[in-house]
């Protein structure tokens, strides 16, 4: 099983980035997925998740009306468009595959993803 998270970089504050996670190796649509972030010296933190179908998605309330996580079935990818980026949005952002779980309550939960990409590096300079 793999996933690659991509679409990191710097951008100003205000600005704009999408993130996309290709996976493979698993049964994509039989996987919630979710994205996490880690700052430095600081816990991961759930960020955005989505059911296997893409009909239910959740969010941290810190990034709520900014960013949007979708997903293509067909292609096995998963994505994060995030606006509005801040400063405390600055993080590695990893996405990760749970085929077991699908509850909201559970999708928030980093320990009960089975699977993780590599992370991808988001900075945004104020």
């Known amino acids: 099983v793999q996933l690659q998270a991509s679409g990191g970089g710097l951008v100003q504050a205000g600005g704009s980035l999408r993130l996309s996670c290709a996976t493979s190796?698993?049964?994509?649509?039989?996987?919630?997925m979710g994205w996490f972030r880690q700052a430095p010296g600081k816990e991961r933190e759930f960020v955005a998740a989505?059911?296997?179908?893409?009909?239910?998605?959740y969010y941290a309330d810190s990034v709520k009306g900014r960013f949007t996580i979708s997903r293509d079935n067909a292609k096995n990818m998963v994505y994060l468009q995030m606006n509005s980026l801040r400063p405390e949005d600055t993080a590695v952002y990893y996405c990760?595959?749970?085929?077991?779980?699908?509850?909201?309550?559970?999708?928030?939960?980093?320990?009960?993803?089975?699977?993780w990409g590599q992370g991808t590096l988001v900075t945004v300079s104020s």
């Open positions: 990760a595959a749970n085929q077991v779980f699908s509850s909201e309550s559970r999708l928030r939960v980093g320990a009960l993803y089975k699977n």
């Open positions: 989505i059911t296997r179908g893409g009909g239910s998605t």
């Open positions: 190796g698993l049964t994509f649509s039989a996987n919630a």
